[in-house]
């Protein structure tokens, strides 16, 4: 059993940044790891994923915004998210999966608002 312990977010002004973190208990043979958000009363969104590789894929409303990175060795995965906006408030979940299967974190608040 992986379990997943993200951190960041918050409250955050319209056009600031912040950063989350994705810190994985051990990992048997990474594939991606990624975030996903949501807010009440909508499907959880994708928003970014990095895979074994290093590529990262970004959905439309986030590209070019924020940035997942990862270290390896730290089995931790980030979100540094620019620019924010009003509709990136949302409950953001980790998501890794590896050779033993997918878990999901507990996911951590962040909240744009003025």
């Known amino acids: 059993q992986v379990q997943l312990v993200e951190s960041g977010g918050g409250l955050v002004q319209p056009g600031g940044s912040t950063n989350l973190s994705c810190a994985a208990s051990?990992?048997?043979?990474?594939?991606?790891m990624g975030w996903y958000r949501q807010t009440p009363g909508r499907q959880r969104e994708w928003v970014a994923t990095?895979?074994?590789?290093?590529?990262?894929l970004y959905a439309d409303s986030v590209k070019g915004r924020f940035t997942i990175s990862r270290d390896s060795t730290k089995n931790t995965v980030y979100l540094q998210m620019n620019s924010l906006k009003v509709e990136d408030t949302a409950m953001y979940l980790c998501?890794?999966?590896?050779?033993?299967?997918?878990?999901w974190g507990q996911g951590t608040p962040v909240t744009v608002s003025s």
């Open positions: 990095i895979l074994d590789s290093g590529s990262t």
């Open positions: 998501n890794v999966n590896d050779a033993s299967g997918t878990y």
């Open positions: 051990r990992t048997v043979n990474i594939n991606r």
